[in-house]
RNA sequence: CGGGAAGUAGCGCAGUUUGGCAGCGCGCUGCGUUCGGGACGCAGAGGCCGGGGGUUCAAGUCCCCCCUUCCCGACCA
């Protein structure tokens, strides 16, 4: 293993380091593509499950869509198409031959799914439609980084249709709150939710929202989004039903997503000079037990105590690795495991053996203690709560030292590029006042509060009357 | 796609200026000694020098084209 670069000296490199040292992820060998090892993936399939039990929770249920579509059918939307269209690729040749139709691959599957719906919906008792589907899709990305954009990556995307204006932005709201809660409550990542300005929204959507958390560097990253569609791909799919009165009506969508990109925001939110730091549900492994001994007969017996060990969590339903190696040493393997952000380590020699006692060793808070066997044992789920706990804090604080409130231009303008961190701030709702203070400043609006509130003021660039109150910040 | 840097063993790099035997550290394999915070000794294995063309008696080194990665931009649901 090599030393990695501090988090405050070169986040960047500090970043690639910890993926590759990790074990994380690696580049494939076609630009911009990721090859997701063991471990990273893990912590993939860990929001995965968490995600896909709230979404069978809220009645949605999974389905499988395909990869190619004609162009043809992804050119319907003309918003949609607009924002798309420069990242599309494009199938032109297949057994030998060229295509009479190309085929685009999909950059996400509004198309093809709005497509298939207007076949599919036909009456207000069809509806809704709630379903999603578990995937990868392709983006022809200008400049690519391991998890946080990469032409190739995996997400969910959740595609809904209703019947009214209302039950839509109902669905957009109840998605972003499972989102909420898989972002804050299992990955301890603090967020501000709320809405994107129209700038910054969804090709095809009447309105974004989003979950916007501070990464160590203090710049920005969405989460996720959950959009709400209108009936803009309705109309563009003729998706139409017949209602109670037998009248015709376009159907209200919405689509929600959540990528391997929230990987990196574990990784970006709660890393330090060590390595990794990764909330217990999602890491691969919870506890690691690191048994320490020297002659053949020591071996035994801290391997015995450690096998119970292991088996009585087991039973508790955490994780557990006994670091059996015997080519490294016990120094080595603490490094590794905190490097990779194994939230608790056990250590187990002889001497704890003799005293009945484990010696545990919690990765956020360095702390580390000898805590009687049975103890350890009983109360694990509960330190690996408060591991979680203060990870949460933690990152709390950082971002709320990092966030300003900011009443003038020349405020922010000196402020993000002296402190970066994010700039509360009241804006006039114009997007020329936007654009003039992303212009100076390279930040974006991340978001504006989900309910329209007066905040009682005048915009921070035209002073003319604030409409809300905007959040502005570097973003990766 | 623009500006900059780079690609040589799994990782980090030297060698390129001035063409002439493919190197170093870590890691890896074997044996031994070690083992409570990144151990040590000895012996080994491992290379189409990113790819393709060219110049030359001879190319990691010079020339041309391409690919990939990193940083800064542009772009980015």
Request: proline share 4%; with cysteine; charged share 30%.
């Amino acid at each position: 293993m090599n030393k990695l670069p501090k988090v405050s000296e070169d986040f960047p490199g500090w970043y690639q380091a910890v993926v590759r040292e990790a074990g994380l992820a690696e580049n494939g060998p076609a630009r911009g593509s990721q090859i997701i090892k063991p471990f990273g993936w893990s912590i993939w399939e860990s929001i995965w499950r968490e995600l896909d039990d709230r979404f069978k929770a809220t009645g949605h249920e999974n389905m499988m869509f395909p990869l190619l579509m004609p162009t043809k059918l992804f050119e319907a939307e003309a918003q949609h198409v607009e924002g798309f269209a420069p990242e599309v690729a494009v199938v032109t040749h297949g057994g030998g031959e060229e295509l009479e139709e190309p085929l685009a691959i999909r950059p996400t599957s509004e198309a093809l799914i709005w497509d298939a719906y207007s076949r599919w919906i036909q009456s207000y008792r069809d509806l809704p439609l709630l379903y999603n589907q578990w995937c990868n899709v392709l983006r022809w990305e200008k400049r690519s980084r391991l998890f946080l954009r990469t032409s190739e990556f995996w997400w969910q995307e959740g595609h809904t249709a209703h019947a009214s204006r209302q039950e839509a932005w109902e669905e957009t709201l109840r998605m972003l709150e499972v989102y909420r809660e898989v972002i804050e409550d299992v990955c301890a990542i603090p967020v501000y939710r709320g809405r994107k300005s129209p700038s910054e929204r969804f090709a095809g959507a009447d309105e974004t929202t989003t979950l916007e958390g501070m990464m160590r560097d203090t710049k920005a990253l969405q989460c996720c989004t959950s959009h709400f569609l209108g009936q803009n791909f309705s109309k563009a799919y003729n998706v139409q039903y017949l209602n109670p009165d037998g009248e015709q009506e376009y159907a209200w969508g919405t689509s929600w997503g959540l990528s391997t990109r929230s990987v990196g925001a574990v990784i970006m939110t709660h890393g330090d000079d060590k390595g990794l730091r990764l909330p217990y549900q999602v890491a691969p492994t919870q506890v690691v037990i690191v048994p320490i001994y020297r002659s053949d007969d020591e071996r035994s017996t801290v391997m015995e105590r450690a096998d119970n060990v292991r088996n009585a969590l087991v039973k508790d339903g955490i994780r557990v690795k006994i670091d059996d190696r015997d080519q490294f040493r016990p120094g080595y393997k603490f490094a590794e495991w905190e490097l990779k952000g194994i939230p608790i380590r056990i250590e187990l020699g002889p001497r704890d053996v003799g005293n009945d006692e484990l010696i545990v060793a919690d990765r956020v808070t360095s702390e580390k203690s000898a805590v009687s066997t049975s103890v350890a044992v009983s109360g694990m789920a509960d330190v690996l709560k408060s591991s979680w706990q203060a990870l949460y804090d933690d990152a709390t604080r950082f971002r709320d030292s990092n966030t300003y409130d900011f009443s003038t231009f020349e405020e922010i303008a000196e402020g993000i590029e002296s402190k970066g961190g994010f700039w509360r701030g009241i804006w006039c709702g114009d997007e020329t006042c936007e654009t003039k203070v992303t212009e100076a400043t390279k930040a974006t609006i991340r978001t504006v509060p989900l309910d329209k509130e007066d905040p009682h003021g005048s915009c921070i660039v035209c002073g003319k009357a604030g409409e809300e109150t905007a959040i502005w910040g570097r973003a990766y």
